[in-house]
Nanobody
């Protein structure tokens, strides 16, 4: 059973940057890896996803141009570089893996999840 552990969250001022990491143990990273987030009082939403080769990525409109997803299969780790953060990015960020070859944004299609890491952006 693959386990995912996120790290890198924290408190940052608006305009700042954070880099989230998601390390897999007990197995290798899934074909498609994604990041989701859940803000207080809101439903969990798709943020970004990447295929195994890294050749295909997808982003939510709200983060395009600011966030970059990447992966290092040798390290069994996927990353989310977040730049120009704003208070609306405050949420718990989750890493997820999907046993499919093509990217999907629906969380129901993802097979396993990490516990999440808190990101708080102050104004």
């Amino acid at each position: 059973q693959v386990q995912l552990v996120e790290s890198g969250g924290g408190l940052v001022q608006a305009g700042g940057s954070l880099r989230l990491s998601c390390a897999a143990s007990g197995g290798t990273l899934s074909y498609v890896m994604g990041w989701f987030r859940q803000a207080p009082g809101k439903e969990r939403e798709f943020v970004a996803a990447i295929t195994r080769s890294g050749g295909n990525t997808a982003y939510a409109d709200s983060v395009k141009g600011r966030f970059t997803i990447s992966r290092d299969n040798a390290k069994n780790t996927v990353y989310l570089q977040m730049n120009n953060l704003n208070p609306e990015d405050t949420a718990v960020y989750y890493c997820a893996g999907m046993i499919r070859f093509t990217i999907a944004t629906a969380e129901s299609l993802y097979n396993y999840w990490g516990q999440g890491t808190q990101v708080t952006v102050s104004s």
